[in-house]
Structure formats: C-alpha cells, structure tokens
C-alpha cells in the first residue's frame, strides 16, 4: 500500500522569507499524482499544486514550487515570500493512476510570523 | 471553477436521530464522490467513494449502514448519519472529482451529536 510522510509536524517562517515543507512517499507504481492542498483554520481544503509523476519538470503556482525528486520519492513544497495567509496546515497527498483515492500524509502546521 | 458547496456548514442533532449532509459540485460534473472525516489536528480519513449511480465503495471499518451514501447525479452526494450518537460528533468534507486527477474539497461539515 502507498503512504506518505510528512516529517516535519510543525514548522515556522518569518513573513516574506522561504520555507519548505518535506514529503515523501513510498509506492512500486510508475503512474501516479502528487498533491499539495492547503487547510487554513476555515478547514476548507484548497488545492495548492500537482505534480505528475512522468513530467521530470517541477511545478510551479506563483510563490509555490515543488522539489520532485522521483528517484528519492521525495516531493517538497517550497512558499517563497511567505505571507500571513499562508498559515495553514499543509497535506501531501498521492494518488495512483490507477486509482481514485488520495493518500494523504499527517500534514504540516506552518506558522508565519510578522 | 472548481467549486464545491457541502451544506449545512453546522448541523447538531439528538442523539438517536438521523441527519443529512449534501454536497453539491456547482460549476462541474463530478463522476466520482468522496466523503471524509477529520478528526482535531489529525489528517482526512477517507470513509467512502461513490460514483454517480452506483453504489458507495466504503473504507474498512466504516460502518455502510450507518453512513448512507447516495450520488443521485453528476452534481450531487449525500451523506446521510443514522441514528447518530455522540462518537459520531466530527468534521465531515465531502470532495468531487471530474476527468481530470484533480479532487475539489468542500467546505466542511461539523456534525455535533447530543
């Protein structure tokens, strides 16, 4: 079965600096999708980026970018210029192809500090 | 786009009574349903799949009698919680996902049993 890892339960970043979040997954699938969703104290769950697995470029949202390491099964988030909304818990989550269902990761409380 | 409305966003019922929860894709047609439970500062567990007109896949352990599930149509999933105690108290968020890998999550529901 596939998982995911977040390691870093809690994490903090001045506002307008960068912060990374860790994730890695374990899977034997070729196939598949890796997400990053953002849970604000609202708890509304807001999609943040997805990476597929068989592009070997890193996507990338406005501050948002992702470190796809395939070969590690590592898939970092990285918020440049942190802002005050970005506080949030922050889930990893995978998706095989052949699947339907997300695996999500514990997640990660980010805190910005001003 | 991308928007799902998942209503009522508070519900708090009696112990013993049943209560129902809808989640609406408003700007998609969603082929497949999600519902999950959150519990306080913990990850989504999925409890159920659903795909328009067929019956709901559960997630072990959840109890299918209990946590009737109905996708009538491409744009609507009900959660409906029987005879619900007060173990059953807890943040219900529904998610929709059309073609595209892509699951939208709606707001929440929190569901508390007296």
């Known amino acids: 079965a596939q998982t995911v890892t977040q390691s870093q339960p809690e994490m903090s970043v001045q506002e307008a600096e960068t912060v990374t979040l860790s994730c890695t997954y374990d899977?034997?699938?070729?196939?598949?999708?890796l997400f990053w969703y953002k849970q604000p104290p609202s708890r509304q769950m807001i999609l943040v980026i997805r990476?597929?697995?068989?592009?070997?470029q890193n996507a990338t949202e406005n501050r948002f970018s992702v470190n796809f390491q395939k070969a590690a099964k590592s898939f970092s988030l990285k918020i440049s210029d942190s802002q005050l909304g970005d506080a949030a818990m922050y889930f990893c989550a995978y998706k095989g192809g052949g699947s339907e269902k997300l695996v999500f990761g514990k997640g990660t409380k980010l805190t910005v500090n001003p | 786009g991308a928007v799902v409305s998942q209503h009522p966003s508070w519900v708090i019922c009696k112990s013993g009574t049943s209560v129902k929860i809808e989640c609406r894709s408003l700007d998609f047609q969603a082929t497949t349903m999600f519902w999950y439970r959150q519990f306080p500062k913990q990850s989504l567990m999925l409890m159920a799949t659903?795909?328009?007109?067929?019956?709901?896949?559960?997630e072990q352990g959840v109890e299918k009698d209990k946590f009737l599930i109905n996708h009538a149509s491409l744009t609507l999933s009900t959660l409906t919680v029987t005879s619900a105690h007060p173990e059953d108290s807890s943040f219900y968020i529904c998610?929709?996902?059309?073609?595209?890998?892509?699951?939208?999550f709606g707001p929440g529901t929190r569901l508390t049993v007296t």
């Open positions: 899977t034997s699938e070729s196939d598949y999708y």
């Open positions: 998610s929709a996902k059309g073609l595209v890998a892509d699951q939208y």
């Open positions: 659903s795909n328009e007109g067929s019956k709901a896949t559960y």
């Open positions: 990476q597929e697995a068989y592009k070997q």
